[in-house]
T-cell receptor, first 108, second 116 residues
Framework: DAKTTQPNSMESNEEEPVHLPCNHSTISGTDYIHWYRQLPSQGPEYVIHGLTSNVNNRMASLAIAEDRKSSTLILHRATLRDAAVYYCILSGANNLFFGTGTRLTVIP | ETGVTQSPTHLIKTRGQQVTLRCSSQSGHNTVSWYQQALGQGPQFIFQYYREEENGRGNFPPRFSGLQFPNYSSELNVNALELDDSALYLC???????????????FGAGSRLTVL
């Protein structure tokens, strides 16, 4: 399975935009890019996913590089409730293979 | 719509014992996956069930087994428990009719197993 690389941790000030990077240089043409987040004491929660084009939903935006070897999850205005571990995952089948993710700390 | 529910939320077992964890999938979902999450790590895929049959398995030994029932609920069974089996066990459900790779999983809050 293709691997992803994310920073271990990031910090953001409350109400500021947050850009969470992910590298996936070995991505295949059929791999989707998924983002999930996990709040303390909860199961992972779906955030967004895409294949080639940038995607927007009510939670976030996903910017995908033209060569698809990297992507960025964008939270437009971080809130304290966004503090979580964010996982970038490549999915070529019906299963998700998680890495260790990026722990986002939001500073009031 | 109801989400994914898991039971029990916490349990303690001793080495060598057996455990059964249960999961009710989200309404309208017919596929169930199980994940193991050790402390400080990301979830690791155990296996997936679709139409009551195993449909894909991660790198876990045969003492990890499962069932899916006609109502799409599922069980995870672990035999001969080892200390390293202590973890959060997550169940996730999804619809099958999306294209492979595009499936969105809905996770439960997990069952935390401690093996002494």
């Amino acid at each position: 399975d293709a691997k992803t690389t994310q920073p271990n941790s990031m910090e953001s000030n409350e109400e500021e935009p947050v850009h969470l990077p992910c590298n996936h240089s070995t991505i295949s043409g059929t791999d989707y890019i998924h983002w999930y987040r996990q709040l303390p004491s909860q199961g992972p929660e779906y955030v967004i996913h895409g294949l080639t084009s940038n995607v927007n939903n009510r939670m976030a935006s996903l910017a995908i590089a033209e060569d698809r070897k990297s992507s960025t999850l964008i939270l437009h205005r971080a809130t304290l409730r966004d503090a979580a571990v964010y996982y970038c995952i490549l999915s070529g089948a019906n299963n998700l293979f998680f890495g260790t993710g990026t722990r986002l700390t939001v500073i009031p | 719509e109801t989400g994914v529910t898991q039971s029990p939320t916490h349990l303690i077992k001793t080495r060598g014992q057996q455990v059964t964890l249960r999961c009710s999938s989200q309404s309208g979902h017919n596929t169930v996956s199980w994940y193991q999450q050790a402390l400080g790590q990301g979830p690791q895929f155990i296996f997936q069930y679709y139409r009551e049959e195993e449909n894909g398995r991660g790198n876990f030994p045969p003492r990890f087994s499962g069932l899916q029932f006609p109502n799409y609920s599922s069980e995870l069974n672990v035999n001969a428990l080892e200390l390293d089996d202590s973890a959060l066990y997550l169940c996730a459900s999804s619809p099958w009719d999306r294209g492979a790779g595009a499936n969105v999983l809905t996770f439960g809050a997990g069952s935390r197993l401690t093996v002494l």
